[in-house]
């Protein structure tokens, strides 16, 4: 993977926060996590920490207070965490987990037909890219 830092689960659901609206005070972080976490400040204001130490996010003193900010956009996480994902659960192969989810998850008609429209302007892409 990339530069892109691991990231817990606790720890996306602040960055979460901070990729909707940054720069947020610790305070604005945790009012906006009420809620939806059960966490004490001071669990927030330690993933803070952790999220800065890792290089995910970056502090500054701005109108007398700690601001947060994102460092790792949103999308480097996704596409960083579905890699490792891919790796650890399906060898690194698409094709078998999207067969999985196919299988195993509920799929409307909507979602069924998105899918084959992103399947179809793939298809183009690569027929696209040989061709040259």
């Known amino acids: ?9 606790a720890e996306w659901t602040v960055m979460q926060v901070l990729w909707r609206e940054a720069p947020l005070s610790a305070v604005e972080v945790v009012e906006a996590l009420e809620g939806q976490s059960e966490w004490h400040p001071k669990t927030i204001r ?29 999308e480097q996480c996704v596409r960083d965490e579905s890699r490792t994902f891919l790796e650890r659960c399906f060898a690194g192969m698409a094709q078998p987990m999207l067969a999985h989810f196919i299988e195993h998850e509920h799929l409307s008609s909507g979602d069924i037909a998105a899918l084959r429209a992103m399947l179809d302007r793939k298809t183009v892409r690569e027929q696209d ?3 040259r």
């Open 46 to 74: 330690t993933l803070l920490g952790r999220l800065v130490a890792k290089g995910a996010l970056c502090r500054e003193k701005r109108g007398g207070a700690l601001r947060f900010s994102p460092i790792v956009t949103e």
């Open 1 to 9: 993977m990339g530069n892109t830092p691991s990231i817990s689960a």
């Open 129 to 131: 890219d040989d061709g």
